[in-house]
């Protein structure tokens, strides 16, 4: 089976395009997989590194606004049509998988003219603008949350969970009963938080203070990544040790195993990494995106895995009041890392392959 996957712009678009494809190659050894995404996303840097051919579509960044991002699509859609067009003619897939991102609409277009099916994978709950274009074209739309379906009236949707790599689902299987570590991993999404850090920031010397023994893996983003630890550094920290940033990190996996606690954005794709671990949340969801982030970490903190704390009001002291809380309550931490548990869907990747083999299956 030869498959080609889009998406990207994002490191969400992205990791769960790469578990599939990990799936896809157990299911078919002798398969072929490429990725097609932006030339200048955070794709064209982790495909490779995963092992896999990448194509680079000339199409830039879009922005958050769709006022900017339709005028500019416009005009950098005909370039990117073309492109997309000479990689459908010279891959020629039984089917192609789409992750969301403006990069999926041409090859998506390419695709449905040449007659070769497409399924989408939205990893939100609620639908990007992507995928609530192309979702009337496709032949299925696999989805993370089970609520998606209602914004996508009159389309087959198949809730498989959002696909997290096999190196998450291995520790998952090999890791015992939920055990309280002072180990606090803050996370701002592949593009980082600049809020969140300087929240952070402001709160480190009260925080270390308030949790003994607390450890604090800060992943700050590469933009903001010299600021922080130029502000962290005229702190003065009585122990230094006990903090450290980190601009990213490619293998996640072992970051958040090691952790008793994440403070986070609350992308799909994230959530489901970090629901796979069984981990507890402090849930920031970004202010910019609608309403998305806000709906993706409704689920989880009704079903008690984590708390919620909103961007525009979130302080030192709110920062603080949520961790402390959970390290110093042993019962609600273990209650809460149970419902993580709860909400994992650790075989999301290899349903989706699945689906994806059917779909070409009927094509056939």
């Not at 496709?138 to 389309?155: E, I, N, Q, R, W």
């Not at 671990?277 to 895995?305: C, D, I, R």
Request: aromatic share 4%; charged share 15%.
């Amino acid at each position: 089976m030869r498959v080609l996957i889009t998406g990207g712009g994002t490191g969400g678009h992205c990791t769960p395009a790469l578990a599939v494809a990990e799936a896809l190659s157990q299911l078919d050894p002798q398969g072929k997989v490429t990725y097609v995404g932006r030339a200048d996303g955070p794709e064209s840097r982790l495909v490779p590194a995963a092992g896999l051919e990448f194509i680079g579509l000339s199409l830039g960044s879009m922005g958050s606004s769709r006022m900017t991002a339709t005028p500019r699509l416009l005009t950098r859609m005909p370039l990117a049509y073309l492109q997309a067009r000479q990689v459908m003619a010279d891959f020629d897939p039984d089917v192609v998988l789409a992750t969301g991102g403006y990069v999926s609409v041409p090859v998506a277009m390419v695709a449905r003219r040449r007659g070769v099916l497409v399924v989408l994978l939205e990893q939100n709950r609620l639908p990007g603008r992507a995928v609530e274009w192309l979702a009337r074209r496709a032949a299925v739309v696999a989805t993370s949350f089970a609520g998606t379906a209602a914004s996508l009236p009159g389309v087959r949707v198949v809730c498989t969970g959002n696909p997290v790599r096999s190196e998450f689902s291995t520790l998952a299987a090999s890791a015992g009963a939920p055990e309280l570590v002072p180990v606090l991993l803050v996370m701002g999404g592949s593009q980082g938080a600049r809020h969140l850090n300087q929240v952070l920031v402001e709160s480190l010397p009260r925080l270390l203070a308030a949790v003994p023994q607390l450890q604090i893996t800060h992943l700050t983003g590469p933009g903001d990544h010299q600021r922080v630890l130029t502000e962290v550094a005229a702190l003065g920290l009585a122990e230094p040790q006990r903090y450290r940033a980190l601009a990213f990190v490619d293998g996640m996996a072992p970051l958040i195993a090691g952790s008793g606690l994440v403070l986070m954005r609350a992308g799909g794709s994230s959530l489901a990494e970090v629901a796979c671990l069984g981990k507890p949340m402090v849930l920031v969801p970004y202010p910019h995106a609608g309403n998305h982030q806000t709906a993706n970490a409704t689920p989880f903190v009704e079903a008690g895995a984590a708390v919620l704390a909103e961007d525009p009001g979130l302080t030192a002291e709110t920062l603080i009041g949520e961790v402390t809380g959970i390290f110093g309550d042993p019962a609600t931490w273990e209650r809460m890392a149970r419902a993580s548990s709860t909400m994992a869907r650790p075989g999301a990747a290899a349903e989706v392959a699945e689906l994806l083999a059917s779909v070409a299956r009927g094509a056939s």
